[in-house]
C-alpha cells in the first residue's frame, strides 16, 4: 500500500497496512536541527503518508503580535514560531 492509499483508506475509515503517519507541525526552528534542510526533503525522507498544508489567508495586525484572519479568528506566534488561533469568530455555542 503507498502513502496516498493509506491515508484515504484510514480518512474511510478501512483498515490500511499500518497506522499513517501524518505531520501535524514542522515550524523554521525545527527544520533548521535537521540535515536535509527543506520541509519536502524531511517528509520524503520519513516516509510521511500524511503533511499539513499551510493556509494561504490574508491576516491584518491588530494590535502588536496580533493578527486577524478574513474569518474574523485572532492569531498569534508562540515562541517556537508556530501560528496558532487564539479566538474564533463565533461567540456563542450551536445548540
Do not use: C, H
Not at 510521511?48 to 491588530?62: A, K, S
Request: hydrophobic share 35%; charged share 30%.
Amino acid at each position: 500500500m503507498n502513502n496516498r492509499d493509506r491515508f484515504l483508506t484510514a480518512l474511510k475509515r478501512g483498515k490500511p497496512d499500518r497506522v499513517p503517519l501524518w505531520e501535524l507541525i514542522l515550524n523554521d526552528p525545527t527544520l533548521s536541527e535537521v540535515e536535509e534542510g527543506s520541509y519536502v526533503k524531511l517528509i520524503e525522507k520519513l516516509d510521511m503518508d500524511g503533511v499539513t498544508g499551510f493556509e494561504t489567508q490574508t491576516l491584518n495586525e491588530v494590535s502588536p503580535g496580533l493578527y486577524r484572519d478574513e474569518w474574523g479568528i485572532l492569531w498569534k506566534f508562540n515562541k517556537d514560531g508556530i501560528f496558532y488561533p487564539v479566538k474564533g469568530p463565533m461567540r456563542s455555542q450551536i445548540k
